[in-house]
Nanobody
C-alpha cells in the first residue's frame, strides 16, 4: 500500500518556476515508478512525466519536455517535479501516481495509486 501527498502548488506568473513534491508512505515506494499528471478545468487528465524506480530513466510529454524535470529521493520517499518557464496553459491540478511498470506510466490512467492533487495556476 502506498499513500501519496502532493504539495508545492500555488499561483505564479508566466516564466516563473515552481517545484512540486510528492511524499509517499509505504514500503513499496522505492520499487515503484512514479509519474506526474495534470488536469485542467474541463479537460481530461493528461500525462506529464515519469521516472523509473531507480531514477535512471525519465520520460516526458512533448508539451513539457525541456521545461519540466522529474527527480526522486528514495531515502526521503519523495518525488519532485521542477517546473521552469511556466506558461498559462500549464494551469491545472497536478497529481502524482505510483505504478509498478515504468513503461506503462504514460499509457492510460490506470495506476496503482494516486495522490489528491495540488493546484498550479500560472497567470499571464
Amino acid at each position: 500500500q502506498v499513500q501519496l501527498v502532493e504539495s508545492g502548488g500555488g499561483l505564479v506568473q508566466a516564466g516563473d518556476s515552481l517545484r512540486l513534491s510528492c511524499a509517499a508512505s509505504g514500503r513499496t515506494f522505492s520499487r515503484s515508478a512514479m509519474g506526474w499528471f495534470r488536469q485542467a478545468p474541463g479537460e481530461e487528465r493528461e500525462f506529464v512525466g515519469a521516472i523509473s524506480w531507480t531514477g535512471s530513466h525519465t520520460y516526458y510529454a512533448d508539451s513539457v519536455r525541456g521545461r519540466f524535470t522529474i527527480s526522486r529521493d528514495n531515502t526521503k520517499n519523495t518525488v519532485y517535479l521542477q517546473m521552469n518557464s511556466l506558461r498559462p496553459e500549464d494551469t491545472a491540478v497536478y497529481y502524482c501516481a505510483a505504478d509498478s511498470n515504468f513503461g506503462e506510466m504514460w499509457r492510460g490512467m490506470q495506476k496503482d495509486y494516486w495522490g489528491q492533487g495540488t493546484q498550479v495556476t500560472v497567470s499571464s
